[in-house]
């Protein structure tokens, strides 16, 4: 061996030696550092830890150190402005933005994403030179050769130095690359149906430009023409109507054997039954006709009532009386309405037309669909009844004809009310000659009523507001108040009372609907009804829930006569043959006669006409010709009442006349009328 190469060997290894010591040198003393850095922070573990307060600390209390101090954290931009104004062309004016964004973006940077098989994404692959080179996953995959593979030719000293050194690197194997985006999943490989379209073309329709000028006149010539032809088809309507039920009636009456015994033999019936029930209550007729209570003589002013007749019907049983009035011409005839004033307990109602002569069963009967609040009787037409039903509708009924059905009837669409309708009033013929009435309900209109060919035609002649109070301004919308009973002047045909539920009483007129001639504080719960008196022009009076009877001048404010009976007052009712003399009826059961011109502060008869104690008595009415009285109860009965010679003075002596009738009612109201209530 040359001795240059053995030399380099020995220092070769003697330079590897050098290496190993000072290797080992090194670890060991870095293993006694380590050791003293361990036993360092145990040490440290052991001291105590002292807290160093800094120079600049503020000294607070415990109090200040137990405060408890918030602090919200919000989204909200500190940059974002809040005094940004828009102009609203709506307003006209520039408006504040009320919403500001608070969003701040910090970085944003758009991208895009190419599909590695499409051809920009093999041109930038290629451009990278990633597009034929190993993928990440086989480079790591890679095996780098050790010092064995390696083969180092040296020729001397600048071969060591210069000559490169080669490497030889084993390609792996090439494999297909998946794509990991193109892919389904076998559940959703489905077929969906093809999408169908149908369409069709049509024509448009035709169309023709049309103009002309309206004017006025054109204008009224065709509102006129419009206005014959409805005329004209509603005659023909009616036309229709007659005819048909002209047919009907000739198809349903064809004369047979048996109707035309019946015929025959109707009237004879009639009086045959008449006969009877006058044999059967001979009695009571005789009474009716001649009794005279000779105890008057000695009772000083006080009278008596006597029992005559009852009217039942079968039928009437599960109603309450609701109205009583007698016929203007036949004296001995009276109609009877039944209803219901309980809001649980309506159903049908039932009108009886009623007769003295024969009283075991009514002359007359009408079924309804609603019960009857009101009934009244035309003062020339005595076949014609006016009838105002609880569902707000009113109906006129002619006795002469043959069917239970109203010749006459209201609906939704002819302006029918739209609470219980509580009395109904015959006015005189307006200037068209066309029959009228009033009807009053607790939606607060007082409604006119016109008969026009078939059908009703409503005009609303007062709405009833509430009155506002003294501290409210007037000015404030008011609400309807509810009306409960009204009243005609017997002379001034356009004057009129109301009462209200709330206790007043409006003087009224039928030339002013938007406001009342005065008002009356009169009652302290609702007015059951209010009558002007037969004679004297100035006095009407009215009855109250509130037990009392008030007797009033409409020209003075508070009332002239006041009287508490002690129990609610369903009506009351002025006499036809005595300016001084009114009845009244409560709801224990009692009448009440009073005589003013004989007895100012009591009644002179006061007399219990029911059978059962909780009975009550809702309605009165006098008789023009002969001195009886008709009242009705909450239980669907009627009984007629004679009156005592004390109570009818004026008729028995036949001394009364209007003149008398007046001196007699002023004398008295100039006893009691003070200056100071005007």
């Not at 009408?366 to 105002?388: C, K, N, Q």
């Not at 609303?460 to 609400?479: A, E, F, H, K, T």
């Not at 009342?516 to 004297?536: G, S």
Request: charge should be negative; aromatic fraction near 10%.
């Amino acid at each position: 061996m040359p001795p240059k190469k053995l030399a380099a060997k020995t220092a070769g290894l003697t330079s590897s030696s050098t290496k190993i010591q000072s290797q080992s040198k090194v670890s060991r003393r870095g293993k006694d550092d380590d050791d003293s850095r361990m036993g360092d922070e145990d040490d440290e573990w052991m001291q105590p830890k002292i807290l160093m307060k800094p120079d600049d600390q503020l000294d607070l209390t415990a109090e200040e150190l137990k405060e408890e101090f918030t602090r919200i954290l919000t989204a909200n931009n500190p940059h974002a402005p809040n005094n940004i104004v828009r102009y609203s062309f709506k307003e006209c004016a520039y408006k504040m933005k009320m919403g500001v964004d608070q969003l701040a973006i910090h970085f944003s940077m758009d991208g895009n994403m190419l599909h590695k098989e499409s051809d920009e994404g093999k041109r930038q692959l290629t451009r990278l030179g990633l597009g034929d080179g190993p993928s990440e996953q086989n480079l790591s995959e890679m095996e780098i050769p050790g010092e064995e593979d390696l083969e180092v030719e040296q020729d001397g000293d600048e071969a060591e130095k210069d000559a490169p050194k080669e490497v030889t690197v084993s390609k792996p194997p090439e494999t297909a690359l998946r794509n990991q985006f193109n892919y389904s999943e076998r559940a959703s490989q489905t077929f969906n149906n093809p999408y169908r379209e149908r369409g069709t073309s049509t024509e448009p329709p035709p169309r023709t430009n049309f103009s002309a000028t309206a004017n006025q006149w054109e204008i009224y010539d065709a509102y006129v023409e419009d206005l014959e032809a409805q005329e004209k088809a509603k005659e023909k309507k009616s036309r229709d109507k007659d005819d048909k039920d002209k047919k009907s009636k000739v198809i349903v009456l064809e004369p047979t054997a048996a109707d035309e015994m019946f015929t025959r033999i109707r009237k004879p019936a009639k009086i045959v039954e008449r006969m009877v029930n006058q044999n059967t209550h001979d009695e009571i007729a005789q009474d009716f006709k001649y009794w005279e209570d000779a105890s008057d003589e000695f009772k000083g002013n006080e009278g008596t009532l006597l029992p005559l007749w009852p009217f039942k019907s079968d039928k009437a049983k599960k109603f309450s009386v609701t109205a009583v009035v007698f016929n203007p011409i036949y004296n001995d005839m009276f109609a009877v309405a039944h209803g219901s004033y309980d809001f649980l307990k309506q159903g049908t109602g039932l009108i009886c037309i009623y007769s003295l002569k024969n009283p075991s069963f009514p002359e007359f009967t009408y079924t309804t669909d609603s019960g009857v609040m009101s009934i009244d009787f035309h003062p020339e037409h005595p076949y014609l009844i006016a009838v105002g039903f609880y569902d707000g509708a009113v109906a006129v009924y002619n006795l002469r004809e043959k069917t239970n059905t109203p010749a006459y009837l209201s609906s939704a669409k002819s302006g029918k009310h739209t609470d219980p309708v509580w009395q109904v009033y015959w006015q005189e013929n307006d200037l068209d000659n066309q029959l009228n009435f009033f009807s009053i309900s607790s939606d607060g209109r007082v409604t006119c009523w016109s008969l026009i060919k078939n059908e009703l035609h409503a005009t609303d002649i007062i709405l009833i507001r509430m009155q506002p109070d003294n501290d409210v301004d007037s000015g404030v919308g008011m609400d309807l108040a509810c009306g409960t009973c009204f009243d005609f002047h017997k002379s001034t045909d356009y004057l009129f009372l109301v009462g209200t539920e709330e206790g007043k009483i409006h003087k009224c007129s039928k030339h002013y609907s938007s406001q009342f001639l005065d008002t009356y504080d009169a009652h302290h719960m609702a007015v059951y009804a209010v009558r002007w008196n037969n004679f004297h022009p100035r006095v009407f009076a009215s009855c109250s829930a509130d037990w009392t009877v008030k007797i009033w001048d409409h020209n003075y404010s508070e009332p002239m006569f006041t009287f508490d009976l002690g129990s609610s007052v369903g009506d009351i009712v002025w006499s036809p043959y005595s300016a001084t003399v009114f009845g009244a009826v409560t709801d224990d059961g009692m009448v009440h006669i009073f005589d003013l011109s004989q007895e100012k502060y009591e009644p002179l008869c006061q007399q219990s006409v029911v059978q059962k104690k909780k009975t009550k008595v809702n309605h009165l009415a006098f008789n023009k010709h002969y001195p009886i009285i008709a009242v009705g109860d909450d239980r669907g009965n009627a009984m007629t009442l004679k009156l005592s010679p004390n109570l009818r003075k004026a008729l028995r002596e036949k001394t009364y006349s209007k003149e008398n009738e007046i001196a007699k009612m002023e004398k008295l109201l100039e006893l009691v009328r003070e200056p100071s209530n005007k």
